[in-house]
C-alpha cells in the first residue's frame, strides 16, 4: 500500500516513491513518495496558515477529537500492529501492545490538557502593584515540527502529535522511513475524524533534505525530534531562535546489589536487555552485579535468556524478531566480535540468522569497549563484576548518557541513596531502567537530551506563557 502525503487536510499521491522492504522477508510491505524541499515549506506554510484557526479552537473540539482518534485507533488495533510489524518487524505481540499504549497516550493526552491552567500572581508583594490583578495563562506555539525514529513508529508519533494538536498547535510531521504507512494511518485517523481541525496535520517523508528544511525553518517554534545524538547535535546548530526538545540516545544501566531477589532481578533483566530487540532508547545494556551474587545471577540471567522465543515476528510467542536492517545486525556483530578479540566472553548469543541477532549476553569486558561505552541498540547486555555500591555508581554514571537507570535491592537506605546519586533523568528502584509510563515526565541528562515527554511535560514544550496584568 502507498502511504500519500498529507498537506493539511488534503491528500496528495506523491512521486518518486521508494519501498519499504520488511527486515524479515525482505519483501516490500510500503511504499512512499520521497518529498522535497518544496513540498517540506509547502507544508508549513499550510500549517501556519492553520495555527491560528487551531488557536482559536475550543478546547472541547480538540478533546472530541482526541477521543475520537483514541476510539477509532482501538477499532483497528489488528491492522495497525500487523503494519508495525511488516515495517519494522517488531513481533506481533508487543506490536498491539504499541497500538494500545497509543491509544492511551492520546486520552491521557486529552486529560492532561483539561487539567492545565494559569496562576495567579500576587502584584501587591510590591507596593506599587496593590491595585493590579495579574495572571498567566499557556498558549499554543504556533506549528510543531515533529521528527520520529523506527523502533516505536506509532507511540513515539502519538507522544509528539497528540499534545501538539490538543494544544492547539498545527504540526507538520516527518516520520520515519522506515514506517511510512505506520505513519500515514495515523495521520489519516487525525484528519478524517469529524471532529478534526482543518489542515492542523501535515505529513511529509524524506530524510536529510526534508529534516533540514523543517529544521531550519522560521515557521516551526518547537522542533521535537526523537533519535540520535549526532542529528540532535545538528539540530542544536540549525534550528535557530525556536524551542528544540531532543530525546536522544542512552546507555541503560542497573546495579544487583547482593541483597536482591535474583530470580526477579534475572527475569526482568532478561526482558529490559532484549525487549524490541533492544532497540530502545532505555533498553538494558550494562548490568553491574556485586561479586558476592554475580555467578548466581549470571546463570539466572542466562538461563531466562535461552527460553527467549527468536525468529518470525508474526508468531505470537516470538520475543526477540529482526534488526531493522542487515547493516544494524553486522554492526553489532563486530562489536561482540571485536569485545571477544579484546578478552570478553559471549556465554550466550551472539549469531544471527537473517536480520535477527540472537540475544547476547557478555562478560568480561571493560570499560573502553564499544559494546559497553556506547549505545548497542541491539539485542546484547554486559554483565560486569563490582565489589561495592560506590564502584557500580561511579561506573554506571561514567557514561555520556544520562537517560534512566536502576537498581535491585532489599537496602531501603541503598534504594534512597540510588535516587539522589544516580546522574539522569529517570531512576527505577528494583525494576529494569526499561520500565516506562507513558503519562510520567520522559527524558535524559547529559547527551540523552533535552526536554521531556509524557503529555503532560509534552504540552508544557508545545505551549508558552503569556503574562496578563490587569489595572
Not at 25 to 44: F, G, H, M, Q, R
Not at 213 to 232: A, C, E, K, N, Y
Not at 291 to 317: H, I, R
Request: aromatic share 8%.
Amino acid at each position: 500500500m502507498v502511504a500519500n502525503i498529507f498537506f493539511g487536510s488534503n491528500e496528495v499521491e506523491g512521486n518518486n516513491l521508494e519501498n519499504r522492504v520488511s527486515p524479515y522477508s525482505n519483501k516490500i510491505v510500503s511504499k512512499y513518495p520521497k518529498c522535497t524541499k518544496e513540498d517540506t515549506i509547502k507544508a508549513l506554510n499550510i500549517a501556519q496558515n492553520a495555527s491560528v484557526t487551531c488557536r482559536n479552537s475550543t478546547l472541547s473540539q480538540r478533546i472530541a477529537w482526541l477521543e475520537d482518534v483514541a476510539l477509532r485507533l482501538s477499532e483497528n488495533l489488528e491492522d495497525i500492529a500487523k503494519t508495525i510489524t511488516d515495517e519494522v518487524g517488531k513481533p506481533i505481540y508487543f506490536s498491539k501492545i504499541e497500538v494500545a499504549r497509543a491509544v492511551e497516550t492520546i486520552k491521557i493526552s486529552a486529560y492532561k490538557m483539561a487539567s492545565i491552567g494559569g496562576k495567579t500572581i500576587p502584584t501587591d508583594i510590591a507596593p506599587s502593584g496593590k491595585k493590579t490583578h495579574a495572571f498567566y495563562k499557556r498558549v499554543p506555539v504556533g506549528v510543531v515540527a515533529c521528527i520520529t525514529p523506527f523502533n516505536f513508529p506509532l507511540n513515539l508519533i502519538i507522544h509528539k502529535i497528540a499534545p501538539a494538536l490538543v494544544s492547539g498547535n498545527a504540526v507538520v510531521l516527518k516520520p520515519t522511513p522506515e514506517a511510512p504507512l505506520t505513519a500515514y494511518k495515523i495521520c489519516k485517523l487525525f484528519i478524517e475524524s469529524p471532529y478534526a481541525i482543518k489542515d492542523a496535520l501535515s505529513l511529509v517523508y524524506g530524510d536529510v533534505e526534508v529534516g533540514s528544511t523543517l529544521v531550519s525553518s522560521d515557521i516551526p517554534r518547537v522542533i521535537s525530534f526523537t533519535g540520535s545524538v549526532p542529528v540532535g547535535k545538528i539540530i542544536t546548530k540549525s534550528a535557530g531562535i525556536k524551542k528544540v526538545s531532543l530525546e536522544l540516545g542512552g546507555n541503560a544501566a542497573t546495579f544487583i546489589e547482593k541483597s536482591a531477589d535474583l530470580d526477579l532481578a534475572a527475569a526482568r533483566c532478561t526482558y529490559g536487555a532484549f525487549y524490541n530487540s533492544g532497540q530502545v532508547c532505555i533498553s538494558l545494556q550494562r548490568i553491574y552485579v556485586q561479586d558476592e551474587v554475580y555467578e548466581e545471577f549470571a546463570n539466572k540471567l542466562a538461563t531466562q535468556t535461552a527460553s527467549l522465543k527468536v525468529g518470525s515476528p508474526y508468531e505470537n510467542e516470538t520475543f526477540v524478531g529482526p534488526l531493522i536492517n542487515e547493516e544494524a545486525v553486522n554492526r553489532a556483530k563486530n562489536w561482540i566480535d571485536s569485545a571477544i578479540k579484546e578478552g570478553a566472553k559471549a556465554i550466550c548469543g551472539g549469531d544471527s540468522q537473517g536480520n535477527c541477532l540472537y540475544p547476547t549476553i557478555m562478560t568480561e569486558v571493560t570499560d573502553d569497549m564499544n559494546i559497553v561505552c556506547e549505545e548497542a541498540f541491539a539485542p546484547i547486555v554486559s554483565l560486569i563484576r563490582v565489589k561495592t555500591y560506590e564502584e557500580a555508581l561511579e561506573k554506571i554514571n561514567n557514561s555520556p548518557y544520562g537517560l534512566q537507570y536502576s537498581i535491585f535491592t532489599n537496602d531501603l537506605k541503598l534504594s534512597t541513596r540510588f535516587i539522589d546519586d544516580a546522574l539522569c533523568g529517570g531512576v527505577v528502584i528494583n525494576d529494569i531502567p526499561t520500565l516506562r509510563f507513558d503519562v510520567q515526565p520522559y527524558g535524559g541528562m547529559k547527551e540523552s537530551g533535552i526536554g521531556k515527554e509524557g503529555p503532560e511535560f509534552a504540552i508544557e514544550e508545545f505551549t508558552e506563557i503569556k503574562s496578563i496584568v490587569i489595572c
